[in-house]
């Protein structure tokens, strides 16, 4: 899942500690990753056991743990935006089941010819309860949801660790001689609801873990390329690679947990694709393992035209086809120089007209994203206390330039985050021309810290879901693309239709209901659109929530705007394939499926 | 068609309140120099009109035709941008408060002559300023007089809210002073037709929407297109509705907000000069000379004047599921198209929807159902050779029992209860003196006796739309060969086709009409249903005889109009001529002995014709 497509939460939070604590978080991985990654991760929330949001004794809200920059910290605006905003009160609980009680969960079917070959070839497994739960699901609300309440829908019979290509070929080739379903799991982030079991399958589930294959098999410097095991999450293949000084800059916002082969099947989108590019233009290789047999191509070359390209059946396959087990990437040397930065703009009009611009000129930096203004104040309410006097009088000084001496409405204004790469003169220049344009749209340039926080915004925004979810808040986001010309409505239609949907199906408080412009391209942009609300009232809050989210998706697609631009399809948004790749796309999808795939083994039914 | 609540007569409407009390009782120049503070669009970019002009220039859409229109014609963009300029300062309103102000004042005085009350509905008023603040508004008004746009600035002044820009034909713009003084009250000018124009289309649907979309104000224009010389509802024009949802349609606003407008007027300022027109006296020249000399008509009463606002319709709900808007996903939004089969028919419907919510909420004065019985009174006497009054008594009685009928119809009707009946019959009588006088002394002289009818007629006409739907079953079952509910249905599915342009029947609403019709004459026990029969209760006959009489003059119009096809070549190339000409024939026939005079309406007759050529029975020939 990309919670946003964001910076590295680990460089940015954690930079510091690096050098201290890396070595100590990496022990952690390796050692609980392994198998059991509920010990680290939370089994009914997002991220970290050790690290979420809690309001204090003092109402005051806290963030835990220590592996953030966040960590530790007092963020004193929070609570005040929170029950603002929501009509929230920390005085309402909600509190999630504490620990999964195994009466819940169905026992496996198992399949126990399957398992008995399984066994013999020595590759792990497990029925654990624990086990399958934790790969039953991905970070959907309403998957979530469920979990908090501790209910159980149908999960995987079986979990299965293969170590590497080898491993999974066999376990392949006896799913397909058993007759079992295989659903392949990476980092477990998917918002598609594309790990859902589907209730209607009757086989034996096997869930394939590929997170023992987390290798980076060889590193062509030559080429600049490295050629890397699919199940490796971000922040490991970064570190690595970082360890010769290199890096691939691919880093959606899920790049803690999410893996390389969850990317690549469904393509994923980084934040920094203006330098690095999508997932689609990282690949040079990849390996997939099918029921017919492995399909990669016969060389390593940056480009062929020898027919459609087979590698765009197996990006955006959903685990419909296979598994993807080794992938060649492309890697550049690590950058010398970053550097955040902020510009204010009067409105969201103008910043938006300001990325038009710098799309148009194409010098986008790392990434530039633009925040609506109820973004903006969110990202405010997520300051931490602040230890100096200095630096609140400079922050109230700052306030009052912008609002009173510029005349900035603070009910209007918007902030655009920017991420600079490179060496360090051509970033100053580029910054330089950067700013130039913002200022021809009335954009003020904010400072870096800003920059930072809003970055940080679109990386704890996870975490902070899990804080509402405690206080009957629930929410989501989703996002779409959509060509430069509809930015502006598709934005203001989709945000009020959120609106106008929650009054309409009874929801007592507005919701919030905020977008950000994330990526730029040549002909478009890409939107992320955050939307929550106080379910106080509501017998059947995720109904009513997933009733809002269908609307706004049909909002989407009225105003131009894409089905998907990274999250994929999964089973959440199938409904609408048809319409976004007509009658003959859709012949086509499936003829592949039966060919690759006649008996439905790969049966997490996604995309089609 | 959005069909009514199913009891029509658990309809619920606001109360009105008289805005001129205030001004007999204050300084109308005070009031014209009050503090104006209304609630704006909550979305508005603040501009002026100048702004709005280029705005406008600098559209995509401008850009657009510009460079099409430079290529067909060879003409330098420069020369046509000039042109396009020129076109919008004829165009443009420039909306000035002070001309407001001295509207607001001399208005103040005129009306207070001229009528006893303006009533308005303080409710609809006050979802008006709620639906302005939330989403770029529409305002509808019915259109029977050139008072009404005055009027509805007016009011909207007196109670605060943002004041409209108002489509106005071209006929304005002759009027020395006076075309400009409305420029500054908000008007801005159309003309009636430019067919190919694309630059012209351009500028006129680019300002249009600019001006929507940015809030610069409420857009106010007459669906009906004219004022309707019958006071009948007219079919409703498609163009400038086309315009202001195709904001919404292509997402560039996230709902737009139309509001129908009922006024009715207890005498229209134009009652005679329209039955003239309709006789086919050409309408005298707008010109402010004629207006001076129209003055006269300030020393008559003419009674008071009901303005309905409406509920505000989002356009929104009234698209879901009819259209779908990802067909303007592949093309450029702002290259102009023409409507495809869904939106062109979403439209129409949505046009005929408000159109039949005007005709909801128009206020009916007694004197319309009086003149209705009036009417049928005077054709049976014309019919048996009689010349002779009515006893008040008598059509007071006659007047109470369609008082109480058009009640269960759901007729917004104003008939003081507080009042006997047979006072409310005669005040009325005083009031409209002037044209029943002349009914019962039976003029001999065809014009002005026409003139007199087809006043009266237009009178009845307001209480149309509450029989009409009734008034088709009942000549369905008279002209239908058996009672078998079928063939009933099928006869009532005929006349409904055939008077489509006549009456505003929604298109493809033939079922529901039939059961609206079906449900009202069984509630007032005129009818009964078996499971195949539809029988005629005892006391039915007079509801049914009454209901079928009202639409005779029509009926026979459409006879006539049918005979006359028949029996004459068409040689006439324009429709005009031929509606020229038919009248010619029509006076002819009446000689041999028609009973209806209505039959002479030219609007009766285009209606007619329309219909024949529609349903094929005659056929346009050039040459």
Not at chain 1, 317 to 330: A, F, N, Q, R
Not at chain 2, 469 to 494: G, M, Y
Request: hydrophobic share 40%.
């Amino acid at each position: 899942m990309n919670y946003g497509s964001s910076v590295s939460g680990e460089r940015l939070f954690a930079e510091c500690k690096y050098s201290t604590q890396a070595l100590h978080i990496i022990l952690n991985l390796c050692q609980y990753l392994f198998f059991h990654r509920q010990e680290i991760l939370k089994w009914n929330g997002w991220g970290y056991s050790d690290t979420r949001f809690l309001f204090n004794k003092k109402g005051q809200a806290e963030f835990t743990g220590k592996r953030y920059r966040l960590s530790g910290m007092i963020i004193p605006a929070l609570q005040n935006w929170f029950e603002g905003t929501f009509g929230a009160s920390v005085q309402h609980k909600s509190p999630a089941m504490p620990i999964l009680t195994s009466s819940a969960v169905q026992p496996p079917t198992l399949n126990e010819a399957f398992v008995d070959e399984l066994k013999s070839t020595g590759i792990p497994c497990s029925h654990d309860a624990e086990d399958r739960v934790f790969r039953g699901h991905g970070h959907c609300l309403h998957e979530v949801f469920a979990l908090r309440e501790g209910k159980v829908g149908r999960v995987p019979d079986i979990v299965v660790w293969p170590n590497c290509h080898n491993d999974v070929v066999k376990i392949v080739e006896l799913a397909c001689k058993h007759n079992v379903c295989l659903i392949p799991y990476g980092g477990g982030t998917s918002v598609s609801s594309a790990l859902e079991c589907p209730p209607e399958e009757t086989r034996c589930i096997v869930s394939l873990d590929t997170s023992q294959m987390n290798r980076i098999l060889w590193i062509d410097e030559k080429n600049l390329t490295a050629h890397v095991e699919a199940g490796i999450v971000g922040q490991e293949l970064e570190r690595l690679l970082n360890e010769s000084g290199y890096c691939t800059g691919h880093e959606p916002d899920s790049m803690e947990f999410s893996s390389l082969g969850g990317w690549v099947a469904t393509r994923a989108s980084g934040m920094k694709k203006n330098i690095y590019g999508n997932i689609e233009d990282l690949v040079v290789h990849v390996k997939m393992v099918t029921p017919q047999g492995v399909i990669e191509k016969g060389c390593q070359c940056p480009r062929m035209s020898t027919g459609p390209d087979i590698h765009h059946f197996i990006m955006g396959s959903e685990g419909t086809l296979g598994v993807v087990t080794e992938v060649t990437m492309k890697i550049r040397p690590m950058p010398e120089y970053q550097k955040y930065g902020s510009v204010v703009f009067p409105n969201f009009e103008q910043g938006v007209a300001c990325l038009r611009e710098v799309a148009k000129q194409r010098c986008a930096p790392a990434s530039i994203r633009l925040m609506d203004n109820e973004q903006f104040k969110f990202g405010h309410a997520l300051k931490p206390q602040v230890s100096s006097i200095f630096t609140s009088f400079l922050d109230g000084l700052k306030k009052f330039y912008i609002t009173k001496f510029k005349g900035f409405d603070p009910d209007r204004l918007c902030v655009a985050t920017l991420l600079f790469e490179g060496d360090r003169e051509k970033v100053l220049q580029h910054e330089k021309q950067v700013y130039d344009i913002a200022a021809k749209f009335g954009g003020l340039a904010a400072g870096e810290d800003n920059g930072q926080r809003g970055y940080m915004l679109t990386f704890v925004i996870a975490y902070l879901r899990d804080l509402g979810m405690d206080y009957y808040v629930i929410g989501e986001s989703f996002e779409t693309s959509v060509p430069w010309d509809r930015v502006l409505d598709i934005c203001r239609n989709v945000k009020a239709r959120i609106i106008q949907e929650c009054k309409d199906k009874g929801v007592q408080f507005s919701p919030l209901s905020t977008c950000r412009v994330t990526q730029t391209y040549d002909a478009g942009a890409c939107v992320y659109f955050y939307f929550a609300f106080n379910y106080r009232g509501l017998s059947d809050p995720v109904h009513v929530y997933e009733q809002v989210e269908h609307a706004a998706r049909e909002e989407i697609l009225a105003n131009g705007g894409s089905l998907s631009h990274h999250h994929g399809v999964g089973k959440l948004r199938k409904e609408w394939m048809r319409e976004t790749i007509s009658d003959v796309g859709m012949g086509m999808l499936k003829s592949v499926k039966n060919y690759v795939d006649p008996k439905n083994i790969f049966g997490n039914r996604n995309l089609i | 068609c959005g069909s009514l609540s199913k009891d029509p007569m658990l309809k619920k409407r606001d109360d009105f309140e008289d805005i001129l009390e205030e001004r007999r009782n204050s300084s109308d120049l005070k009031y014209a120099l009050r503090c104006y503070t209304p609630v704006l669009y909550k979305g508005v970019t603040p501009c002026t009109s100048s702004m709005l002009k280029s705005m406008v220039l600098q559209s995509d859409q401008l850009h657009y035709v510009i460079n099409q229109v430079s290529k067909e014609t060879g003409k330098a963009t420069d020369d046509i941008k000039e042109e396009a300029s020129a076109i919008l300062e004829e165009m443009a309103q420039c909306l000035q408060l002070s001309t407001v102000r001295f509207f607001a004042f001399t208005l103040s005085k005129a009306f207070k002559t001229l009528f006893r009350s303006i009533c308005v509905n303080e409710d609809g008023i006050q979802r008006l300023q709620q639906a302005i603040q939330e989403h770029p508004v529409v305002l509808l008004p019915s259109h029977r007089s050139y008072m009404d746009f005055l009027l509805m600035s007016y009011i909207l002044y007196t109670y605060d809210v943002a004041l409209p820009v108002i489509a106005a034909g071209m006929d304005f713009m002759g009027m020395k002073f006076v075309g400009e003084m409305l420029r500054m009250s908000g008007a801005f000018f159309i003309r009636r037709s430019f067919g190919g124009d694309k630059l012209y289309w351009a500028l006129f649907s680019e300002y249009v929407k600019t001006m929507l979309k940015n809030g610069f104000a409420p857009v106010e224009f007459f669906l009906e297109g004219t004022r309707s010389r019958t006071s009948k509802s007219l079919t409703p024009k498609l163009g400038l509705l086309n315009i202001v949802m195709d904001p919404f349609l292509k997402g560039e606003v996230f709902d737009v907000n139309v509001v129908p407008v009922s006024i009715s007027y207890e005498r229209v300022l134009e009652e005679t000069l329209y039955a003239r027109e309709l006789l086919g006296i050409p309408k005298p020249k707008e010109s402010t000379s004629g207006l001076f000399k129209a003055r006269k008509i300030l020393s008559e009463d003419y009674g008071s004047i009901h303005v309905y606002f409406g509920q505000p319709v989002s356009v929104r709900s009234l698209a879901q599921g009819k259209v779908n808007r990802c067909q303007f996903n592949l093309v450029p939004r702002h290259i102009p198209r023409r409507p495809s089969e869904d939106i062109a028919s979403f439209v129409n419907d949505s046009a005929y929807r408000l159109v039949r919510a005007q005709e909801e909420n128009m206020v009916l004065k007694p004197w319309v159902l009086v003149a209705s019985l009036l009417l049928q009174y005077h054709h049976q006497n014309q019919a048996a050779g009689q010349k002779r009054g009515i006893a008040l008594g008598e059509l007071t009685a006659q007047a109470v029992w369609l008082r109480d009928l058009s009640r269960q119809y759901g007729a917004f009707l104003h008939w003081p209860d507080h009042i006997p009946p047979s006072e409310v019959v005669s005040s009325s009588l005083t009031l409209h003196r002037g044209l029943y006088v002349y009914t019962l002394k039976q003029h001999k002289e065809l014009l002005s006796q026409a003139v007199i009818l087809l006043s009266c007629a237009s009178y009845r006409n307001q209480a149309l739309h509450v029989f009409v739907r009734p008034a088709l079953l009942a000549l369905a079952i008279h002209t239908a060969s058996s009672n078998q509910k079928q063939e009933v249905f099928n006869s009532f599915s005929f006349l409904r086709n055939m008077f489509s342009n006549e009456f505003i029947l929604c298109p493809g609403a033939t079922v529901q009409d039939f059961e609206e019709a079906c449900y009202l004459l069984v509630k007032t026990g005129a009818l009964q249903f078996t499971q195949q029969e539809v029988l005629v209760t005892e006391r039915g006959h007079r509801t049914l005889a009454f209901l079928s009489t009202m639409l005779d003059p029509f009926l026979q119009g459409y006879q006539v109009k049918e005979t006359l096809c028949n029996g004459c070549v068409m040689f006439c190339v324009q429709k005009g001529g031929c509606v020229h000409n038919s009248i010619q024939r029509s006076r002819e026939h009446l000689r041999i002995g028609l009973k209806y005079m209505e039959v002479l309406s030219s609007d009766l007759q285009k209606n007619s014709l329309a219909a024949l050529l529609r349903l094929g029975a005659v056929r346009k020939m050039k040459g």
